[in-house]
């Protein structure tokens, strides 16, 4: 296929950026969704399935010449060049391809960010309650549901806890399962400083961004520890070059509700937010080496750190598990044979984690290609190399429904001691 010039503007090899994406459907229509995890931009764009398959073309490495062509091997037509063109303008405009002008946002945005005093809500007014006794009630309200913990003392009260799996789902939903977990942590014996080890969707180079910024949430301002802060940042200071991505990233701001309410009264806490990054493959895939080098020196550096501060910290995963469905991946949407399968794996999963065997965990995900798409493997593969607890044990587990074709994301609240 023989294509116009291009206008020099439009790029002739388009790179997309990390995003993510969502089927809808419309009547009897069905469209794709994009949006930008990081918040870089704020805009969604929505394609039509033969536009949507263009886009993984869209790679840095395929010329707009043989996108079209794949498009002609696809449907057996030609595209016209302005369409392609015209796609490309305006995925350039809403910040969606790699280039000149998404550089230049993101070292606005980490400026703005680093400015700040605070990392502010993100998610308070939407994905939980935005003002404080509205919050309180919402959270009282999770823990006292029939999916909730309810009153039942601990058979581990007394006990000292070292660390925790919590979900990052919305919370709206998936809020009885959070309150499993803080039930626990109410009713033991837990220390004043939370290691939180959130998933970043956006992607991370280095594997990890730290920030040092104390966050804001509807029922008070949590401060960070700075000591081991200050002391992470002293001896690793490339794994806060990304400190932004904390900025949209929804997996620690999920769990500072549920931590001060459960502890907010009664004890002063701070806590170590970190986002985590990387794939099961990492550990072993040789391609992935330098990938692999980081995660081990930040493993390594935060086991010093944290031993050198003289605190008991508490870690806390905040981690999905499977993704099954449409949305996610898979060529067709989860039957109630293959969510069974998928609770049987998970849970077969589960047994290495409360086994604290971290190792097993990454092979049993690279056995299975990770065909599942457990987005909480950084977080908790983190979480059994740095905490020190002799067992762990899964309290609740659940899913979640995610869009019109049945896709499903599933979860587990589980306590360490």
């Not at 993984?56 to 010329?63: A, C, P, T, W």
């Not at 509807?218 to 070059?241: C, M, Q, S, W």
């Not at 798409?373 to 995610?402: H, N, W």
């Amino acid at each position: 296929m023989v294509m116009t010039h291009m206008p020099d503007e439009i790029q002739n090899f388009p790179h997309l950026r990390n995003l993510q994406c969502a089927p809808i459907k419309q009547q009897d229509d069905q469209y794709i969704v994009l949006w930008d995890p990081a918040g870089l931009s704020p805009e969604k764009l929505i394609l039509p399935l033969n536009y949507f398959y263009l886009v993984q073309f869209f790679d840095g490495e395929h010329s707009l010449e043989q996108i079209g062509g794949e498009y002609l091997k696809k449907f057996g037509e030609f595209l016209v060049p302005e369409r392609l063109s015209n796609l490309v303008r305006e995925m350039e405009g809403k910040l969606f391809l790699e280039g000149k002008a998404v550089e230049e946002a993101k070292r606005k945005a980490q400026e703005a960010y680093r400015q700040g005093p605070l990392r502010l809500p993100c998610f308070a007014g939407k994905s939980y309650e935005g003002e404080s006794e509205s919050l309180r009630l919402q959270l009282e309200g999770f823990f006292n549901s029939k999916e909730g913990p309810g009153t039942n003392p601990s058979e581990h009260r007394g006990k000292k806890i070292r660390g925790m799996v919590v979900p990052h789902h919305e919370i709206r939903e998936a809020g009885p399962i959070y309150a499993w977990a803080y039930k626990e942590l109410q009713e033991v014996e837990s220390p004043s400083v939370f290691v939180i080890l959130g998933t970043c969707h956006a992607g991370l180079e280095h594997g990890f961004a730290v920030t040092d910024k104390d966050f804001a949430i509807p029922l008070g301002n949590i401060a960070v520890h700075r000591p081991i802060v200050d002391r992470l940042k002293t001896e690793g200071a490339y794994f806060f070059e990304e400190d932004r991505q904390h900025q949209h990233e929804h997996s620690v701001e999920f769990q500072l509700p549920f931590l001060q309410y459960a502890l907010g009264k009664t004890k002063p806490f701070t806590i170590v937010p970190i986002l985590c990054s990387f794939p099961p493959g990492c550990l072993t895939e040789p391609e992935l080496q330098p990938l692999s080098n980081d995660v081990e020196t930040f493993v390594t550096l935060l086991q010093k750190v944290i031993g050198e501060s003289g605190e008991e910290v508490c870690v806390i995963a905040s981690a999905d598990l499977a993704h099954i469905g449409l949305r996610y991946g898979d060529q067709t949407p989860p039957t109630d044979f293959s969510f069974h399968r998928c609770l049987q794996t998970d849970l077969e999963m589960l047994k290495h984690v409360e086994n604290l065997d971290g190792k097993a965990f990454a092979d049993f995900l690279v056995k299975e290609d990770d065909r599942r798409r457990v987005c909480g493997f950084s977080p908790i593969y983190t979480m059994l190399r740095i905490m020190k607890a002799e067992k762990g044990q899964v309290l609740r587990y659940d899913r979640a429904i995610t869009d019109q074709f049945n896709s499903t994301v599933t979860y587990a609240s589980m306590v360490f001691f």
